[in-house]
């Protein structure tokens, strides 16, 4: 059993911490950018993606906790409209689980209850990114369900209809 549960403040500038780290990292090795760049890339993406912290609108950040309320990890999601047709589509911007939570079903849950949540919002559609240093995540999210979409330096945009 898995829940998700919105972060604290406490919870989210921790999170935010690693997040954007862990983001520079990913810069680093998918773009080949130097550690300044890709730490001032990451810092400027994320506060872009969360002007309003906790309280930005249409922006999900939640702990995934297992069935005894135990964080396992997080998810961060976002809903944004397509230019022009207005549709509504969920974006995972960030999923982690602890390395000692992992291949335990959490991941593949924690996206399934996104995707119901945003279908339940009037998503039609998922996408997410995947880095080419990331065949475990590419592999997940096969798994559960996406599709390659689009090429970009470092990695697929993939596509899920709700």
């Not at 059993?1 to 972060?7: E, G, P, S, V």
């Amino acid at each position: 059993m898995m829940t998700l549960r919105k972060m604290t403040e406490d919870e989210f500038r921790a999170f935010k911490k690693f997040s954007v780290a862990d983001y520079a990292s990913d810069l680093m090795k998918g773009r080949d950018m130097n550690p300044e760049q890709a730490l001032m890339e990451a810092e400027m993406e994320f506060g872009a993606d969360l002007p309003d912290g906790l309280d930005t609108e249409y922006s999900f950040i939640m702990n995934i906790e297992d069935g005894n309320k135990k964080k396992v990890g997080w998810i961060f999601f976002k809903y944004y409209s397509r230019e022009g047709d207005g549709q509504y589509y969920v974006f995972l911007e960030d999923l982690l689980i602890f390395e000692s939570e992992r291949r335990r079903g959490f991941a593949s849950a924690a996206i399934h209850e996104m995707n119901t949540l945003a279908r339940q919002d009037g998503c039609s559609s998922s996408v997410l990114f995947v880095w080419d240093h990331n065949p475990e995540g590419m592999s997940l999210y096969e798994k559960c369900g996406y599709k390659p979409d689009n090429r970009e330096e470092g990695g697929t945009y993939m596509v899920k209809e709700l």
